[in-house]
């Protein structure tokens, strides 16, 4: 097993993809249903070509078997300001062993990728279900916002 770390482009990426957006969707989304899977590629496209999606990935040789998506720009709140907000977060189950510390090395090096993108914040957010609170606690995160949702 050689785990890598690397910063990839999404266009260069998107064959590898649905395999691992089918696995995390079915794994996180509690309204499989009413709430079917439909990636809109081109929205993916379009903002890596604005310099505002950044990707990183982390490999098992060749195989990608997680992703760290994020967005990076300022906020209508704070214009100078540079802020990273995550939008995907996934590690194959396999691959999620406690003592492997694949997950964790995940996420300092997006912490690394956010920080040679200029950005001052890095916002990880997460499935209810699926809590990194312990995880991003223990890395000093602080809980800054809940959300909540309703099936309409």
């Known amino acids: 097993m050689a785990i ?5 482009l999404f266009r ?21 249903a009413e709430c079917p899977i439909d990636v809109d590629w ?16 982390v490999r098992d040789n060749v195989v990608l078997i997680g992703y760290f998506f994020c967005y990076v720009d300022t906020s209508a709140q704070s214009r100078l300001v540079k802020r990273a907000v995550s939008d995907l977060l996934y590690l194959k189950p396999e691959y999620r062993r406690k003592l492997s510390g694949i997950g964790i090395k995940l996420i300092k090096h ?43």
Do not use: C
């Open 4 to 8: 890598t770390y690397q910063k990839e």
């Open 12 to 32: 260069n990426i998107m064959s590898e993809l649905p395999e691992l957006f089918y696995a995390h969707w079915v794994e996180l989304e509690s309204h499989l």
């Open 42 to 57: 081109e929205r993916y496209l379009k903002a890596e070509n604005l310099g505002k999606l950044h990707i990183l990935t």
């Open 110 to 152: 997006a912490e690394q990728m956010a920080r040679d993108l200029g950005a001052k914040k890095l916002y990880i957010l997460g499935k209810a279900n699926a809590s990194l609170k312990v995880i991003l606690g223990r890395l000093q995160y602080n809980l800054e916002e809940e959300v909540m949702s309703k099936l309409l």
